[in-house]
């Protein structure tokens, strides 16, 4: 088990390399020779002259070879900026007044901040958006698909399944702009758009709700279907049977004997959207007007911001790889299969 | 004596046990068949029996070549096939060719079974398309399939009538060799006569060759000219079909023998019969000395130690006990 | 004393081609005590007709007969009384010993489960009974075992811990189907003797279903041939084997490759069983029959009626003297003795 979890650690590092370095190469050399954007050039402001933008690639450290840029780049984000760099960017502040110029992930282009702030301040929104979704489309997915699961073919089933259908075709800026302009515009109920933070729980889940909800329908429909398709295989299992054979009760052999065996692909595929949807939920966000992860990319993205972009998709990187680890540590504790390997 | 058209020498197959947290390394080595040597007479049926994890299985697929062998040879028609590979491989392909346990599961689904049986054909570019054709309504006639259900599906077929469909795709390249892994355990009482008789008519008209491997020792004992029986990847009899059933020498054979059910109730409840305790051992840490001994009921000390060779009397009849059981 | 009671079942799946009858109209009874064996092959009923015992069928059957445990109707009974029966005073133990644990749980919660299920015991108490009924049944190390997964368990072991989970609550009918179909030859033993053993101390009636004759003959008192849906033969052990009296039972024996010489050419039924979306008006086995006449095409088919021999009944129009003597002629009994 310890062994199992080493291996994944170490395999999850080496992914995230090379994550970074396809980062370092996309939005380095390649930006600048596909689209002739150099980041120093960006950097200096308007119209600078040549001198500037020599001066700003020796602050940036791009006066260097790749090869020493990219082990700066890694070192950087592992052990936190050098004091070399710190006197370069930041001369003459204080530790913690360098801090918001200068972070792991180095410093935004468009802002006086660090990306590491950047992605700090936007990442709560992220978090609170995923986490309520994710609850409500768990809440709603999992008894659907076992009720459908136990009555195949009945009444009940097929509007789920028509639910399914509808939740997995409408396009969720499309159905979120209907569902702001009928719920929030015209009725009224919800909020039309922003964020309040946590300190305020009444009002961080009245501004949440709507484009949780909006959130939630579009996975629900998935998790209605696996559920229901998982539910289908293990309730035809002969250890259900021999459930039942026992004496079990109805509900018993369906949560304790097939749901327990049903859920282990589910919790896989939820770990996983997690960590997806935790990198920024792009369009959702942009359409409610929530400031996460995704609005501060697009943001980003639209001023040739390359450093915030760049961290914002190694972060994502980063979370998704965690989210798998601990997708396998979750498996192998419900499931002895993969613990006795 | 004829020359064997089928012969393989200290086959050994094992599959690897690895280790390692980023680069795995092989550290150990599941030897699945160790060992073990064989010889396959033109017209004759051999037939291969142990248990399940015993080896036969990995044997007939190395036997085929579908399966990498580590060590040991294997000639057929007195040409070493041990390391042919590609077109070299494809002519002993056409004359060695193998049916499966489970007649579902080795049929395309989507496939038309004309399709499935003619295959092989298509495979080795014999003939030309109507010749094709006509060889495997031939081969579906022979083995009792109306050709005229060429179109059909597998699904519109029985359990009986697919294996018929595997052994018309097995028969259709004209093979010398047919290795047949457990054809008819699949199948219910009534079916697997007519699959057995099947099998024993296209031996007789075709002159075929059968390596059979099975568990039931009823079957074997029909369609088998010879049997060697398997335990933890190597040969602890072998000899002639009536030698090992009427008298076993090694204790394996005899328990194997005494095991199965007898479809008569008064010889079934008065004979004393020999039942094995415990489970087959892992073939990762085969017992020391006779890998038999833990759980053979005549075991000495000495089968601790000692690992018995396969030693033949006069008649062909060779078991690998130091203590064999009287005849 | 009569246990179990079966008369005229009748057990239909609606499927999308149509009705079904997997069993239509099987009678039989089993004595506590008793090992009744149920033979045919694979499509023939067996199973649905231990499933309509249970209960345990699918919402697309229906039933009509009746189904007697002692003195109680089955048929018709509620889904939670026939909860409290099964696993309790009825219980089964199925073929696939590798598919039919649950494989996240362990070993002793499965067995505590059945246990607490109908017995008021602490968890303490069902603990100590589900190690003593792993004892009971020969595993070795039983406090270990409970703590095991199924997967840590060879097919051997798991049969046996199935088998003590059927009988941890001592029932009254115990049903096995097909209980050493999946198994190797020598673990086949070990289970065959386990179950020998086990019927001498239990006193339960037992129901055997298989397609094994050479288990029948080594475990039954009494065995029900099954053919598309109906039984066709049923008699004691010793005589189905020494006289059998329905052609299909000719066909099953002569056709076991252990009977017959290895010379001679072994006996095969022609054809296949019949579909039961559509089964042959008649016997259903006419068919495939080679003593068939024009009346078992077209009439209904002969009701399962005592022979001349103890304890035996057919459903066949032959004449007493030609089944005798086709019997033994074709089933090649006398020639091995």
């Known amino acids: ?341 | 004596m004829s020359e064997p058209i089928l012969r393989a020498t200290g086959v050994r197959i094992g599959f690897p046990v690895t280790r390692g947290i980023v680069f795995q390394r092989e550290v150990a080595r599941v030897q699945a068949v160790d060992g073990v040597d064989l010889e396959l007479r033109a017209g004759e049926t051999l037939a291969i029996v142990g248990e399940s994890g015993c080896g036969k299985t990995t044997l007939a697929r190395g036997l085929v070549r579908l399966q990498e062998i580590d060590a040991g040879s294997i000639e057929f028609m007195g040409e070493d096939i041990t390391r042919r590979s590609g077109r070299a491989l494809q002519g002993f392909r056409r004359q060695v060719t193998m049916i499966f346990q489970d007649p579902i599961a080795s049929l395309d689904p989507r496939m038309r079974i004309g399709q499935s049986v003619q295959e092989p054909l298509d495979i080795h570019s014999i003939g030309t398309p109507a010749e094709r054709k006509r060889q495997v309504q031939e081969a579906m006639e022979r083995v009792g399939l109306n050709p005229e259900h060429y179109n059909r599906f597998p699904h519109e077929f029985s359990g009986g009538q697919r294996q018929r469909i595997g052994i018309a795709r097995a028969i259709v390249l004209e093979p010398r060799v047919i290795v047949c892994d457990e054809p008819v355990s699949a199948l219910d009482v009534s079916v697997q006569a007519q699959i057995v008789n099947l099998l024993e008519d296209l031996q007789r008209d075709l002159g075929l060759s059968y390596i059979v491997i099975a568990h039931d020792l009823d079957v074997v004992r029909r369609l088998a000219d010879r049997v060697q029986v398997m335990y933890l990847g190597r040969v602890v009899e072998e000899g002639a079909g009536e030698q090992i059933y009427q008298g076993p020498r090694h204790p394996y054979s005899h328990a194997l023998l005494s095991a199965r059910p007898i479809a008569d109730p008064v010889r079934a409840r008065s004979q004393t019969r020999v039942v094995l305790q415990g489970d087959v051992p892992s073939p990762l840490r085969p017992p020391a000395g006779c890998r038999f001994h833990p759980r053979c009921p005549v075991a000495q000390a000495s089968c601790a130690q000692q690992d018995p060779q396969l030693v033949h009397a006069a008649d062909g009849h060779g078991w690998a006990c130091a203590y064999p059981l009287q005849p | 004393m009569r246990l179990l009671t079966v008369d005229d079942l009748r057990t239909t799946f609606r499927t999308d081609d149509g009705p079904v009858g997997a069993v239509d109209g099987v009678s039989l009874s089993v004595d506590a005590g008793q090992v009744l064996g149920i033979v045919g092959e694979s499509g023939c009923g067996k199973s649905a007709l231990s499933l309509s015992i249970m209960g345990l069928l699918p919402k697309s059957a229906t039933i009509t007969g009746s189904i007697r445990l002692g003195e109680q109707e089955l048929v018709g009974l509620a889904g939670s009384e026939l909860r409290q029966l099964r696993g309790d005073d009825m219980a089964m133990i199925f073929q696939d010993p590798m598919t039919s644990l649950n494989p996240v749980m362990r070993i002793g919660e499965q067995l505590i489960e059945a246990i607490r299920l109908h017995q008021r015991v602490s968890k303490a108490e069902a603990r100590r009974l589900a190690v003593d009924g792993l004892a009971a049944v020969g595993i070795p190390s039983p406090e270990d075992r409970m703590r095991a997964y199924p997967l840590e368990l060879s097919g051997g072991m798991r049969q046996r811990v199935m088998i003590a989970m059927a009988l941890l609550n001592r029932p009254r009918l115990l049903i096995a189907d097909e209980p050493t179909t999946a198994l190797d030859v020598t673990t086949q033993a070990q289970i065959l003797e386990l179950m020998r053993e086990l019927r001498r101390e239990v006193d339960a009636a037992i129901v055997l279903i298989t397609h094994d004759l050479g288990v029948v003959a080594e475990l039954c008192d009494e065995v029900a041939v099954m053919y598309a849906g109906r039984i066709v033969e049923r008699a004691p052990v010793a005589e189905l084997f020494a006289h059998p009296q329905h052609p299909y039972t000719w066909g099953l024996l002569a056709s076991l490759p252990g009977r017959s010489g290895a010379e001679e050419r072994l006996y095969q039924i022609p054809g296949t069983p019949p579909s039961l979306l559509h089964p042959p008006a008649g016997c259903r086995f006419a068919p495939r029959c080679a003593f068939a006449m024009d009346a078992c095409r077209t009439d209904p088919a002969p009701l399962l009626t005592a022979t001349a021999r103890a304890g035996s009944a057919v459903a066949c129009r032959l004449d007493q003297t030609t089944r005798d003597r086709e019997g033994v002629r074709l089933s090649g009994t006398e020639a091995e003795r």
Not at chain 1, 38 to 47: C, D, E, I, W
Not at chain 1, 59 to 87: F, I
Not at chain 1, 136 to 155: E, T
Not at chain 1, 224 to 239: A, G, K, N, P
Request: charged letters at 15%; hydrophobic letters at 50%; glycine letters at 8%.
């Open chain 1, 1 to 341: 088990m310890v062994r199992f979890l080493i291996r994944r650690i170490l395999g999850g590092i080496f992914v995230v390399l090379v994550v970074t370095l396809a980062v370092f190469v996309l939005f380095g050399p390649v930006l600048r020779w596909h689209s002739n954007i150099s980041p120093a050039r960006l950097y200096a402001g308007k119209n600078p002259s040549a001198e500037q933008i020599e001066r700003v690639s020796a602050l940036l450290g791009l006066d260097k070879p790749y090869y020493v840029q990219y082990g700066y780049t890694l070192k950087r984000l592992v052990l936190g900026p050098s004091q070399d760099e710190r006197e370069r960017v930041c001369p003459g502040s204080t530790a913690a007044e360098c801090d918001q110029l200068l972070g792991r992930f180095g410093s935004s282009f468009a802002k006086q901040r660090s990306v590491d702030s950047l992605i700090w301040d936007h990442f709560p929104v992220t978090l609170s958006l995923t986490f309520v979704a994710a609850i409500m489309w768990l809440l709603i997915s999992i008894p659907i698909g076992i009720i459908s699961a136990i009555r195949p073919r009945s009444l009940f089933d097929r509007v789920s399944i028509v639910f399914v259908l509808i939740g997995q075709s409408l396009p969720v800026y499309y159905f979120g702009l209907l569902a702001l302009y009928f719920l929030a515009y015209k009725l009224g109920w919800f909020p039309l758009s922003g964020y309040e933070p946590l300190s305020n729980p009444g009002q961080w889940l009245y501004h949440l709700l709507l484009p949780a909800s909006v959130l939630a329908l579009q996975f629900a429909a998935i998790y209605v279907r696996i559920t229901r398709s998982q539910m289908l295989d293990t309730l035809s299992e002969d250890y259900v049977r021999t459930a039942r054979a026992k004496g079990a009760g109805e509900t018993r052999v369906v949560i304790r004997h097939a749901f327990r065996n049903a859920m282990l692909p589910i919790v896989t595929m939820f770990g996983l959207d997690l960590g997806l949807l935790l990198g920024g939920a792009i369009l959702i966000e942009v359409t409610f007007g929530l400031q996460g992860l995704g609005w501060l990319a697009v943001q980003a993205a639209k001023r040739l911001d390359v450093p915030t972009t760049a961290g914002i998709v190694l972060f994502s990187a980063i979370i998704i790889v965690a989210a798998n680890i601990v997708v396998d540590l979750v498996n192998a504790s419900l499931d002895p299969r993969i613990r006795l390997e």
